[in-house]
Every structure is written in C-alpha cells, then in structure tokens.
C-alpha cells in the first residue's frame, strides 16, 4: 500500500511552495499557495506543477501548465468519473530554465466534487 504523504517523484535543490491549500470545487480543484520561498536560488518565475492522483483507479492528472509561482493560484481540471473519489495531491516546482526542480511535496488529499 502506498503511503501517500512520502511518495515522492522529484528531487532538487529549489525551494517547494509553501501555505498550499486545496478546495474543491465541481470538476475542478482549486489549488492556492503563497509566495514565500525558503532557499535563495527560487524565484517569482519558477512554474509550479501539480499531479493528482486517484488510487482506485491509478491514474493520474497533470496540470496545469505554465504557472508561475507568483500567480499563488491554480485550476486544475478533474475527470468527471473521478467525481466522489478521494485524490491525493503532490506539487513541485520548476526553474524557468527547466534546469531545477524542487523536491516533490504532499499537499494532501480532498474528494472530488
């Protein structure tokens, strides 16, 4: 069984995104964040990227894409099968250059609505 809050699927040296808070919404999850970084080499660009992911039937969404750190908000689609499934939440982030990321953080769990 996995134990969702130590899964991992990035490492790196960037600063994660902190204050990550999750609501959902009808087919959507609405993901907000603060801009607070906690290592001197992160920055207002670096894209934030999130994975969603459905136990019961093992698959996943990503998404979305090309969000800045600074915009500290983020829609992310859900299947509408997925509706009434628990999901679990990771997000990481990724410099501009797409030459670091940060280690892969939980954001936690929510059903999908």
């Given at each position: 069984?996995?134990?969702?809050?130590?899964?991992?699927?990035?490492?790196?040296?960037?600063?994660?995104?902190?204050?990550?808070?999750?609501?959902?919404?009808?087919?959507?999850?609405?993901?907000?964040?603060?801009?607070?970084?906690?290592?001197?080499?992160?920055?207002?660009?670096?894209?934030?990227?999130?994975?969603?992911?459905?136990?019961?039937?093992?698959?996943?969404?990503?998404?979305?894409?090309?969000?800045?750190?600074?915009?500290?908000a983020?829609?992310?689609?859900?299947p509408?099968?997925?509706?009434?499934?628990?999901?679990?939440?990771?997000?990481?982030?990724?410099?501009?250059?797409?030459?670091?990321?940060?280690?892969?953080?939980?954001?936690?769990?929510?059903?999908?609505?």
């Open positions: 069984e996995i134990d969702y809050p130590y899964a991992a699927f990035s490492q790196g040296p960037l600063s994660g995104i902190a204050d990550i808070a999750i609501l959902a919404e009808t087919e959507n999850l609405a993901m907000t964040w603060s801009t607070r970084v906690l290592k001197a080499n992160s920055f207002m660009t670096d894209e934030v990227h999130f994975l969603v992911y459905e136990p019961e039937s093992s698959d996943y969404v990503i998404g979305p894409l090309s969000i800045s750190r600074s915009a500290q983020a829609d992310i689609a859900m509408t099968d997925w509706a009434g499934k628990t999901v679990h939440v990771y997000v990481y982030c990724k410099s501009l250059e797409k030459q670091d990321v940060s280690d892969s953080m939980y954001a936690g769990s929510t059903t999908v609505i």
